[in-house]
């Protein structure tokens, strides 16, 4: 086999065409998730955005984040950014151009309620074959399992839980109840509970959906992804 030499400008030429082609990918991305966004705000509901953290066992995620995501939740009228804060320590180097729940506080969940979600793969790690793709559903009747704790009583995520809540879904995921054993939710004041016992769990009464990046070629797609998570939300929630 003959030796390719590869010259300082092809090397310069095809660096500089990776990186382009990389940007491009999630400059693409980010645009249709802002797309939803607005879609599902039209639609009454408000956008909390979720991206994977960056702790030692993510280091990947400094360089090249492995998915973005959104979930949503039925806009209150309130000002959810109001008053939030970094929650911990990752969150201060996120440098990320996006407000996302990285530079948050907790954000509160009404027990029973159901919330949207929007989730894009990039890529996955040690997967050439992986093609890009959205997943997109919703997570029914959320609630934390402690005792003598009212079941419609609201309680609040961490940015950390947000991110185990959106990183293993998959559209396979079968119907029924799941937990997140390793997701402590803060519970209210005077509920003293260990984390290990303030557990989240959710249903999932309607399939999610997947569709891949390549056949989202339109606007008109993103809205019709936006209808199909408002139906589902209105179906769970009883309208």
Known sequence: MDNQVITRKDFAEAAST???????????????????????????????????????????????????????????????????????????????????????????????????????????ANQQEHEPDLIFGVLADARVKVEGLDPAEPFRLKRSVLQRILAPLEHTTSAGSKGLPTAPVIVPKGKRVKAKDRLLYFSTPVPFEQVALYDIEARERVREIAGKLHDAWERVSGG
């Open 18 to 124: 990776a990186v382009q082609a990389v940007l491009n990918l999630y400059g693409e991305v980010d645009a249709l998730l802002r797309e939803l966004d607005t879609a599902m705000q039209e639609r009454g509901f408000t956008a909390w955005i979720v991206n994977p953290g960056t702790k030692k066992v993510n280091r990947k995620n400094r360089i090249l984040r492995e998915w973005r995501g959104r979930i949503y939740v039925r806009d209150t009228g309130e000002d959810e950014d109001a008053g939030d804060e970094v929650d911990d320590a990752e969150s201060a180097d996120d440098d990320s151009e996006e407000e996302d729940t990285s530079r948050s506080g907790p954000r509160e969940v009404a027990g029973g309620s159901a919330i949207a979600f929007a989730r894009v793969r990039v890529y996955r």
